[in-house]
């Protein structure tokens, strides 16, 4: 059974500094991985997705995250936080066995302080 | 782009009523789109994998009578919350996936609705 944790449910940074957040996944297959964002009272929005290839994986708002199979981690970084990433993160992962059925991480609340 | 139309965006009702909420893609067929439900301050919860032209299929612990789930066009699912009561009252979100099932697929999210029963 696949499963995913995200280590931290709320991570505060500076405006400007690093973003991490950490996202650890179980899969018996090869994973596929996503990061969500959700703002207040609203759906949720893709950052971005690794299924194959290159394991750098660059997304939208200047995010990106890194697939380590060793490691089963699909950590989600940004280099400079702006006021406007303050919001919930979801990672989620779900593979070709599974096909529709998709299970995200319980979510970390990232606070940017000014 | 994959535009994913949910409404509507809150509702409040008194115990007892019926709620019909929409999930319309507007841009794309959704053979399969999904309903979740969101508690505060908590991930989403798979309630049902909604198949056009076909009946939905229910997570475990899902009331099918409780909640149900049409799909009859490949743009339009809705979820109606019968008789529904104060512990009924969450945030509800639709989403919808393109192409065929094979998991790699992202799927799209509508803006949710919050559905308050009184």
């Known amino acids: 059974a696949q499963s995913v944790t995200q280590l931290g449910s709320h991570v505060s940074v500076s405006e400007g500094a690093l973003v991490l957040l950490r996202c650890n996944y179980s899969s018996s297959v090869p994973p596929y991985l996503f990061w969500y964002v959700q703002y207040p009272n609203q759906g949720l929005q893709l950052l971005l997705k690794y299924t194959t290839g290159a394991t750098l994986v660059k997304g939208i708002n200047g995010f990106e995250a890194e697939f380590k199979k060793s490691e089963t981690s699909f950590h989600l970084t940004k280099p400079s936080a702006h006021m406007s990433d303050a919001a919930e993160y979801f990672c989620?992962?779900?593979?070709?066995?599974?096909?529709?059925?998709?299970?995200f991480g319980p979510g970390t609340s990232l606070s940017v302080i000014p | 782009g994959a535009v994913v139309s949910q409404h509507p965006s809150r509702v409040i009702c008194k115990s007892g009523t019926s709620v019909k909420i929409e999930c319309r893609s507007l841009?794309?067929?959704?053979?399969?789109m999904f309903w979740y439900r969101q508690f505060p301050k908590q991930s989403l919860m798979l309630m049902a994998t909604?198949?056009?032209?076909?009946?939905?299929?229910?997570e475990q612990g899902v009331e099918k009578d409780k909640f149900l789930i049409n799909h009859a066009s490949l743009t339009l699912s809705t979820l109606t919350v019968t008789s529904a009561h104060p512990e009924d009252s969450s945030f509800y979100i639709c989403?919808?996936?393109?192409?065929?099932?094979?998991?790699?697929?992202?799927?799209?999210f509508g803006d949710g609705t919050r559905l308050s029963i009184l």
């Open positions: 989620a992962v779900s593979d070709k066995t599974s096909y529709d059925k998709v299970i």
């Open positions: 909604s198949n056009e032209g076909s009946k939905a299929t229910y």
């Open positions: 841009d794309f067929q959704a053979t399969t």
């Open positions: 989403s919808a996936r393109k192409g065929s099932p094979a998991g790699n697929q992202p799927q799209h």
